[in-house]
C-alpha cells in the first residue's frame, strides 16, 4: 500500500510503498477514504522540539470503511463506515480516567495516527459508526469538530453571551459553529484576512473584521460590550495578550491556537479584569460520539469548509503549498 511518512527533522513528507497491513486481535483494517491535513501536521513537521518524530506514519483526521476484522471484535464488520478517533489511551491515569481526554495520556500506549495512507489497522476502541446519514467526508471532519467542541466546552457559554473568535482557520469556523449551537448572542469574528469572511458568517458569526487599530471598538460595538468570551485560535505569538486586552472583566479566555512559541501576557492587564485563560487540547470519545450523532442536525453543513479534495500522491506538495501563502481551508486527501 502506499502512505505518507514524515521522515523527521523538517525533512519533506514521503509517499512510500508499505507491506498491507493484517488486523491482529482487537483491531479493524479500514480502507482510507478521506483523511484532512491539519495545522498540527504543518506546525509538527517543520522540525524543532515539537515534531513528529523521524519515519512516522501521520494523519490524524480520517474516516474510511472496514475490510477485515481481527480476532475478538464483534461490533463490527467488513462493510461499515467509520471515523477514527487517532489517540487511544490507557484508561487508568488520571487524564483517561478522571477526564476522558486520550491525548494527554501519561501512558502514552500508542495511537492510530495513521490516516495518509490506503489502508489502516486501527483498534476497534478507537473507530465509531457514522450513522447511514453522514458521508465519509463528513466523517473525516469529526476530529476537528471534536477539538473545537472540546474548547467551547470550558468556555462554559451562557445564553446570549458575547462571544469573540480570533482566527479563520478550521479551529476557528468550528469555534464558530459550536459557540452558535451552545446559546452564544452575538458573535464577532476577527482574522488576520477577509477571505474567510462569507464562511465565518455561514458558520454563525454576526460580524468579522481584520486586525487592526481599530478592532477594539469595532468588536464591542458589534457585540453591544466587551466580550465575555474569547476563543483564541490562530496559534501565532501575540494571540494571547490579543485576547486579554479585548476580554471582558470576569470574562473566560480559551486557548485553541495550540502556538509552539512563547506568547507574552501582561499578568497585570489579566489581573485587573480577573480573566480565566483555559488552554485546551484534544477531546474526548463523548465529543466523537456527539458528532457522529448530531452532524446532520446543525445549522450549517460543516463540510463547507472543505475547499479541496486531492489524491494521496499530491499530498507533500500540497503541505509545501499550505505553508505559504495559499487560498485553501480544509484540504481532504482521498486515500483509498
Keep these: 500500500m502506499k502512505a505518507a511518512i514524515y521522515p523527521g527533522d523538517g525533512q519533506p513528507i514521503v509517499i512510500a510503498d508499505l507491506p498491507d497491513p493484517r488486523p491482529a486481535m482487537g483491531e479493524l483494517l479500514i480502507r482510507v477514504h478521506r483523511c484532512g491535513i491539519c495545522g498540527t501536521d504543518l506546525s509538527m513537521t517543520r522540525g524543532g522540539i515539537w515534531d513528529y518524530g523521524r519515519g512516522v506514519q501521520i494523519g490524524h483526521e480520517y474516516a474510511g470503511e472496514v475490510v477485515d476484522v481481527g480476532a475478538g471484535v464483534d461490533r463490527f464488520r467488513a462493510g461499515d463506515r467509520v471515523a477514527v478517533m487517532p489517540s487511544i489511551g490507557c484508561g487508568q491515569c488520571t487524564p483517561c480516567q478522571e477526564h476522558g481526554n486520550p491525548v494527554l495520556c501519561g501512558a502514552k500506549p500508542g495511537g492510530a495516527m495513521r490516516g495518509f495512507a490506503e489502508f489502516a489497522v486501527v483498534p476497534a476502541g478507537a473507530a465509531v459508526r457514522l450513522p447511514e446519514t453522514l458521508s465519509l467526508a463528513d466523517g473525516a471532519l469529526i476530529e476537528p469538530l471534536a477539538v473545537s467542541l472540546y474548547g467551547a466546552r470550558f468556555a462554559d457559554i451562557r445564553p446570549g453571551d458575547p462571544v469573540l473568535v480570533l482566527g479563520g482557520g478550521t479551529v476557528a469556523l468550528y469555534a464558530i459553529y459550536w459557540a452558535r ?156
Design 181 to 336: 449551537r451552545l446559546g452564544a448572542g452575538r458573535i464577532v469574528v476577527l482574522s488576520r484576512s477577509d477571505r474567510r469572511r462569507d464562511l465565518a458568517i455561514a458558520m454563525g458569526a454576526n460580524a468579522f473584521f481584520s486586525f487592526g487599530d481599530e478592532e477594539k471598538g469595532q468588536v464591542i460595538e458589534a457585540l453591544g460590550g466587551a466580550p465575555r468570551i474569547v476563543f483564541e485560535a490562530v496559534g501565532v505569538d501575540g494571540m494571547l495578550g490579543r485576547a486579554v486586552n479585548h476580554v471582558a472583566p470576569f470574562g473566560r479566555i480559551v486557548s485553541l491556537g495550540f502556538c509552539t512559541a512563547p506568547d507574552a501576557v501582561i499578568p497585570a492587564l489579566a489581573s485587573y479584569k480577573c480573566a480565566n485563560l483555559q488552554f485546551a487540547v484534544g477531546y474526548r470519545m463523548a465529543e466523537f460520539l456527539h458528532i457522529a450523532d448530531q452532524m446532520d442536525k446543525g445549522h450549517v453543513d460543516p463540510k463547507a469548509i472543505i475547499s479541496n479534495a486531492i489524491a494521496l500522491d499530491q499530498l507533500p506538495a500540497m503541505m509545501a503549498t499550505l505553508r505559504g501563502t495559499n487560498e485553501e481551508t480544509k484540504v481532504h486527501v482521498r486515500c483509498g
